[in-house]
């Protein structure tokens, strides 16, 4: 099957997240393309593929801008075919019910502003990147790091991404869009 992953990143966590699904989406004998959503042109068209996985991460309660446009620009397409979402957070890394509810607002959200009804979701924890923050954002996520009991280091980063949990996302993603599933 052709693959389209594409993705929103603003520290570059979900960069990573996407190239780790286009390589899971490679050894399991499909071809992918991985697309920055911020560099999309006309011919990026989830159309002329078997399956499109979207990725974003969220930043203040809201996805990337190039990334909701891009989904907004090609839900048609993207509601037509088969397709995923993979939203990347901080709260997916934890189990509070009420940073789990933020999230499915944000999902909510996400689908109502663009039109796309992902068929399959998958939160995937993101990750602290003090080496990419200035300094008020570095100051923030510290807060953050304390309010949620984490002990973390300045100028160190900290991933919680599960990589076997995605794996098997894209696993079950594959299967349920091959013909004939
Ligand atoms: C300024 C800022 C705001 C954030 N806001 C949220 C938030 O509202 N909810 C959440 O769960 N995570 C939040 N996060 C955590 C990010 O989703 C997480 O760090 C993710 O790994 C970022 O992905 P990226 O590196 O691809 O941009 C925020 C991070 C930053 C730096």
New binding site residues.
């Given amino acids: 099957m052709r693959v389209l992953v594409v993705y929103?990143?603003?520290?570059?966590?979900?960069?990573k997240?996407a190239e780790r699904i286009a390589a899971r989406v490679g050894d399991l004998g499909h071809e992918a393309t991985l697309l920055d959503a911020s560099a999309a042109g006309p011919g990026d068209d989830p159309a002329a593929f078997d399956l499109a996985i979207l990725a974003g991460?969220?930043?203040?309660?809201r996805y990337?801008a190039p990334l909701v446009d891009y989904a907004r620009r090609h839900a048609a397409a993207l509601n037509a075919s088969a397709s995923a979402f993979v939203s990347?957070?901080?709260?997916?890394a934890g189990d509070d019910p009420e940073?789990w509810a933020?999230?499915a607002r944000?999902v909510e959200g996400f689908r109502h502003e663009t039109g796309w009804r992902a068929p399959r979701l998958h939160h995937a924890a993101?990750?602290?990147?003090f080496t990419?923050?200035d300094f008020l954002?570095s100051w923030?996520?510290r807060y953050?790091a304390y309010r949620r009991g984490e002990h973390v280091q300045a100028g160190a980063d900290r991933e919680y991404t599960d990589w076997d949990a995605l794996d098997a996302f894209v696993e079950e993603t594959l299967a349920a869009a091959a013909p004939g599933a």
């Fill in positions: 929103g990143t603003t520290e570059g966590q979900t960069r997240i991460s969220v930043h203040v309660g990337q990347v957070s901080l709260s997916a940073d933020g999230l944000c993101g990750a602290f990147r990419r923050y954002k923030a996520m953050v």
